[in-house]
């Protein structure tokens, strides 16, 4: 079982939609929860983060964590053609060395 | 301007031949990280490093070497290439590692491997 499942899409949507992207893991010891964008023929951007469980919102961002299911989403609210890029989750165990476990990624397409 | 340069950006070379990947970054970065990034894998860890003259290996370093002689410079080299490494490759760089701990990505080199 890899340690960050996250299904690769593509996830296509309506503009003004909502749209929820999710990592499953299964390493208990990661607490530092990430997400990333990338735009085609871009590095990856940081987007979010959250250290342990709870919510965090950031404009039309909402990241959740759910550490009794090991479970992550986003949401995107009010989707706009901008959104469409690829979503990466990333996680890591805090506090300590180990690197970032990046999910596969979800491509995204917002239709105007 | 904040960022983390790599060149070249596109490269096709043909087995066996020795190149290297640049990487500089002007943040003062102390953690610096380079990644391949291949459909339906995902991002995968090549090598990293912690500080000047200390790397470690990520989930894939075969076939690969690093330095770290200067806090702005991480090289990736491939000593003898092979198809297998054909592959996009992303350069990053991060402070310390404290909270929130960002990667800041480079642009990515796309590596073709004939």
């Known amino acids: 079982q890899k340690e960050v499942e996250q299904d690769p899409g593509p996830l296509s949507v309506p503009e003004g939609a909502i749209v929820s992207l999710n990592c499953t893991y299964s390493?208990?010891?990661?607490?530092?929860f990430m997400w990333y964008r990338q735009y085609s023929r871009k590095g990856p951007e940081l987007l979010m983060y959250?250290?342990?469980?709870g919510n965090k919102e950031d404009g039309r961002f909402t990241a959740q964590v759910d550490k009794s299911s090991k479970y992550i989403s986003l949401f995107i609210r009010d989707s706009q053609p901008s959104d469409s890029a690829t979503y990466l989750c990333a996680m890591r165990v805090w506090p300590g060395n180990t690197p970032l476990v990046f999910g596969k990624g979800t491509r995204l397409s917002v239709i105007a | 301007e904040a960022q983390v340069t790599q060149n070249p950006r596109y490269l096709i070379t043909v087995t066996g031949k020795k190149l290297t990947v640049t990487c500089s970054q002007n943040?003062?970065?102390?953690?610096m990280s380079w990644y391949r990034q291949d459909p339906g894998l995902g991002l995968r860890q090549i090598y990293y490093s912690m500080n000047v003259e200390v790397t470690d290996k990520g989930d894939v370093p075969e076939g690969y070497k690093v330095s770290r002689k200067e806090k702005r410079n991480f090289p990736l080299i491939l000593e003898s290439p092979s198809p297998n490494q054909t592959s996009l490759y992303f350069c990053?760089?991060?402070?310390?590692?404290?909270?929130?701990?960002?990667?800041?990505f480079g642009p990515g080199t796309r590596l073709t491997v004939t």
């Open positions: 390493n208990s010891a990661f607490q530092y």
């Open positions: 990053a760089s991060s402070p310390r590692q404290v909270l929130p701990n960002e990667q800041y």
């Open positions: 943040m003062n970065h102390e953690y």
């Open positions: 959250t250290y342990s469980s």
